[in-house]
């Protein structure tokens, strides 16, 4: 009940600050354009999309981008009717959004794929990670899981066999290091790094936070369990799944031309997924 009277009242708040904003996606000008409004984090998600705002220009389409650093407010105005879609989340935590809000958003269509990273905090090596040490990972269900998954790759901790991608620190069956975990927001780890031996981070928030991924002292596989599920997705409400703006948006962060500028950008840290 707590989380959805936030998400209420957040969506109250996007929607003020949003306000304004003509509604988009189905509404075209005089001169026959039609505006779409997608929510996006500032890096990557909305620095790709400034990369397609001129495709879709060319196609009579106005893409308007609205930057939006939480995980909450990009899909609380996608379901308030301001944005008509949003750019920065990946179908796991889609779905518990969903679930925790009596949403039914979806996705119609993966771009991209950024690869978690295990990043040096108080220590530079895997291999001298003290007994005891103290690990950040992100505190939201999806991303600790897949921070955990990360650790288990590595050999640093096994998980029960059937946890998968909704494991949490309960599913830990053998800690040899007995690692003590610090579970915060995603977009706190970076600054956290001082103040714990390592910590697995987002993509995103690792390119924010002026980290690379070749220099990470691991990295998830860009093949397998987590590039698929992880996808970062566009997001919109069932009634627009179908919305020809917002399908043309898909194909064009799908193409060739798009796919070369996140392969020359952001050096091997935004994977994309066509």
């Avoid at 998600?45 to 609205?66: F, R, V, Y």
């Avoid at 949403?103 to 003290?130: M, N």
Wanted: proline share 4%; aromatic share 4%.
């Amino acid at each position: 009940m707590k989380k959805k009277i936030l998400t209420l009242l957040l969506a109250a708040a996007v929607t003020a600050s949003l306000a304004g904003c003509a509604k988009g996606g189905d509404n075209a000008g005089a001169d026959d354009t039609t505006t779409i409004k997608v929510g996006a984090n500032i890096t990557p998600h909305s620095e790709i999309l400034e990369q397609a705002k001129p495709i879709l220009a060319e196609k009579g389409i106005n893409l308007e981008i609205i930057q939006l650093e939480d995980s909450i407010t990009p899909n609380t105005g996608v379901i308030d009717g301001s944005l008509d879609a949003n750019y920065f989340q990946h179908v796991p935590y889609l779905e518990q959004f969903n679930e925790e809000n009596g949403s039914d958003l979806v996705s119609i269509g993966a771009i991209h794929y950024e690869p978690f990273g295990v990043y040096a905090g108080r220590v530079s090596d895997l291999k001298d990670l003290p007994d005891g040490a103290l690990v950040a990972v992100p505190n939201n269900v999806t991303n600790e899981a897949r921070a955990l998954l990360l650790l288990e790759q590595e050999g640093i901790i096994k998980l029960k066999d059937d946890a998968g991608i909704e494991a949490t620190i309960a599913d830990i069956v053998e800690n040899p290091k007995n690692i003590q975990f610090k579970e915060l927001a995603p977009e706190q780890l970076v600054a956290a790094l001082p103040d714990v031996d390592i910590a697995v981070i987002n993509g995103n928030y690792a390119i924010e936070g002026g980290l690379h991924v070749s220099e990470a002292l691991a990295v998830e596989a860009n093949t397998g369990l987590a590039a698929t599920t992880y996808g970062n997705i566009i997001a919109t409400s069932k009634d627009k799944a179908n919305n020809e703006a917002l399908k043309t948006l898909v194909e064009v962060l799908q193409s060739a031309e798009i796919k070369a500028f996140i392969e020359a950008t952001y050096d091997g840290a935004v994977v994309p997924l066509n």
